[in-house]
């Protein structure tokens, strides 16, 4: 059964995945497919580790060796070791932060063709869910660059085992201090934190606000530019309007800039003074153990700069969870985009065999649909059977139902009630893409992908799949390859600019043509034309339609048309209303009958005759 589209995905739903089940989701995929981006991880904490440790200790070591005079041999070769270790940590870091991009790319490389997958062989009813389109549009951005939640994530969690084992061996030199100066750089660090967080917080809630004031503001710049509107600008005097419109957008932006600051500078001005307290009460004990011998300089320099060492881990203990918080969202869309039911059976389903007689007939029977949130059936009770080699014209109004007559009997969707049927047998239980190689269709929504003419026919890109000749062939079938042979490139000129800079842009009725040519390609036996030649004037409509008659011979054709009389040649026309057939017939049986159709018809003739 279809599934009911429900609403669209807020940002601020629940997710089915939290943030530790998404970061082990990301490390069993670099386990399983990039187990080096793990290893890379590990080394490039133990070296940071290393780094920040001898740094530590390198001060008051000196400081010791200084004040015990020791011989200036020992002192230069402690200075050596420590520094040979720094090269050496701090080499190896960077080495290993220069070679992790590639891994990472893959992994995210990998989660973007899952993505692409998934989109590319959904069930047709996802794309119009909108919790699913939904989804796509949110996550879109953790994987369009490095710093996105898919490839980033390896930054945070590197970030937040580096603060947390450094934390660990901070807080481990601390220990033999005051508890309480302990708890006051803490709190003070948490304090610290959350005023940041509160300023960064208060501006992503109102990231939209900010979008769409700098949108309005480069729409309003860029306006004077564009000649379709420079020229109401100038007919209709809108200038007044137009400056209006900037000087407002241009006010949001300042009055919102001032309050981001005014957050930023509450925020900066508590961090400042939370410092202060912090290290005046550092300088203050630490100073006061001295003074009574308790400490040695060289002790004080280390539990000093410990101190700020250890607020320094412990808000980006804070800030790395923050933003693997923030990632995890990102990541939870992904995956529940790529765990979105089906509502099709594909892989799961049973194998379609080919007929052996070649021959396939398609059954509805009582079958009904009705759009999500509609008050009404589209298609209602409808019952018919679809002949082998049968030419079948189905007419109507606009809104009688046709287009979601042909979604049903193409698969692309499936009857709230009632079944489809091939060759006897309800089309659910196959493999779907096994029954969509039966059909070849051209739809009302015409368009076609920036690619060579070819390969557009052929629908492939490996050149040796690519059968030239029936190219060619179907090319003329549609009236077609005149044009062809005029193109730049011949079949290798590409349609389309989106990718070549030098390609070409055919008119509506020839990329129909081009389309009806890759319909005809596929020489699948059930061909499904869903006002495939809107966009050809009356003769020329009337010259396709001919041909097919020609060329469909022995294979079960379905014509949609707004023009009654370019689908007289067929064997049987049905003639909807409001979701069912009202009168069906060839077209001298129903003209004989003088119904809906006789009518519609005679209306149509007025304006053009055979």
């Keep these: 059964m279809e599934t009911t589209p429900e609403a669209p995905l807020e940002k601020t739903s629940r997710h089915r995945y939290n943030m530790f089940q998404n970061s082990f989701w990301m490390i069993r995929r670099a386990a399983k497919f990039r187990p080096v981006v793990l290893w890379q991880i590990v080394f490039l904490t133990l070296c940071t580790v290393g780094t920040n440790l001898l740094s530590l200790y390198l001060p008051p070591v000196i400081v010791e060796k200084v004040s015990s005079a020791a011989p200036l041999s020992e002192l230069f ?24 991009l590639f891994p990472r790319v893959d992994i995210r490389g990998d989660i973007i063709e899952d993505i692409r997958h998934k989109t590319h062989a959904t069930s047709y ?11 796509y549009d949110l996550f ?33 030199v601390l220990s033999r201090l005051n508890l309480l100066l302990i708890l006051i750089v803490s709190l003070t660090a948490v304090i610290s934190y959350l005023a940041t967080h509160a300023a960064d ?20 710049l860029r306006l004077p530019t564009e000649r379709a509107y420079a020229k109401d600008l100038l007919i209709f005097g809108m200038r007044p309007f137009a400056e209006g419109f900037f000087r407002k957008k241009l006010g949001d932006i300042q009055t ?49 700069a410990a101190v700020g060492g250890f607020t320094t881990w412990l808000v980006g203990i804070l800030d790395g969870f923050g933003t693997l918080h923030r990632q995890s969202i990102s990541l ?20 379609l065999s080919p007929a052996a007689d070649g021959k396939y007939e398609i059954a509805l029977r009582h079958v009904s649909y009705r759009y999500p949130g509609a008050d009404h059936d589209t298609i209602h009770d409808l019952n018919l059977t679809l002949h082998p080699g049968e030419k079948i014209a189905v007419v109507g109004l606009n809104g009688a139902g046709k ?30 893409n096994d029954y969509y190689s039966l059909i070849t269709a051209v739809f009302q929504d015409i368009w076609a992908i920036s690619y060579p003419v070819k390969n557009i026919v052929a629908q492939s890109m490996v050149e040796s799949e ?45 990329l129909q043509r081009l389309l009806l040519a890759r319909a005809l390609y596929k020489d699948a036996p059930i061909i499904i034309l869903d006002e495939p030649t809107a966009a050809l004037d009356p003769i020329a409509e009337s010259d396709i339609y001919q041909k097919y008659n020609a060329f469909t011979a022995g294979r079960t054709s379905v014509y949609i048309s707004h023009r009654l009389a370019s689908t007289r040649f067929c064997d049987r026309i049905l003639y909807m209303e409001d979701g069912v057939i009202a009168e069906e017939g060839s077209h001298d049986e129903l003209m004989k009958k003088g119904g809906k159709y006789a009518k519609l018809f005679d209306v149509q003739s007025q304006y053009y005759n055979e």
Excluded at 273 to 292: K, V
Excluded at 341 to 346: G, L, N, Q
């Design 77 to 100: 070769l402690t200075i050596a070791l420590f520094t040979l270790g720094l090269m050496l940590t701090a080499g190896f870091r960077d080495y290993l932060d220069a070679n992790t």
């Design 125 to 135: 009813p996802n794309t119009s869910d909108k919790r699913f389109t939904g989804l």
């Design 140 to 172: 879109t951005e953790a994987i369009g660059s490095n710093s996105g939640a898919a490839e980033g994530i390896w930054n945070t969690l590197r970030g937040l085992f580096e603060n947390l084992l450094c934390f660990a061996l901070y807080l481990t």
């Design 201 to 220: 917080t208060w501006r992503e809630k109102h990231k939209e606000e900010e979008e769409n004031a700098w949108r309005g503001l480069w729409w309003a």
């Design 256 to 304: 919102f800039s001032r309050k981001a600051e005014q957050k930023r500078l509450l925020s900066a001005s508590a961090r400042l003074i939370l410092e202060l307290i912090r290290n005046g009460a550092a300088y203050a004990y630490l100073i006061a153990l001295t003074l009574r011998g308790e400490l040695t300089v060289a002790e004080f320099l280390l539990y000093f």
């Design 332 to 351: 939870s869309r992904i995956r529940e985009y790529l765990d979105f039911p089906e509502v099709f059976r594909f892989e799961e389903g049973e194998k």
């Design 403 to 432: 287009t979601t007559l042909i979604r049903l009997i193409c698969g692309l969707t499936d009857p709230a009630e009632g079944t489809v049927f091939l060759n006897g047998e309800d089309i659910r239980k196959y493999n779907r």
């Design 466 to 510: 690519i059968d030239l000749p029936k190219v060619k062939k179907t090319l003329r079938m549609a009236g077609l390859w005149e044009k062809v042979e005029t193109l730049p490139h011949g079949l290798d000129t590409t349609i389309g600019r989106e990718v070549e800079e030098d390609g070409v842009e055919l008119s509506g009725g020839e």
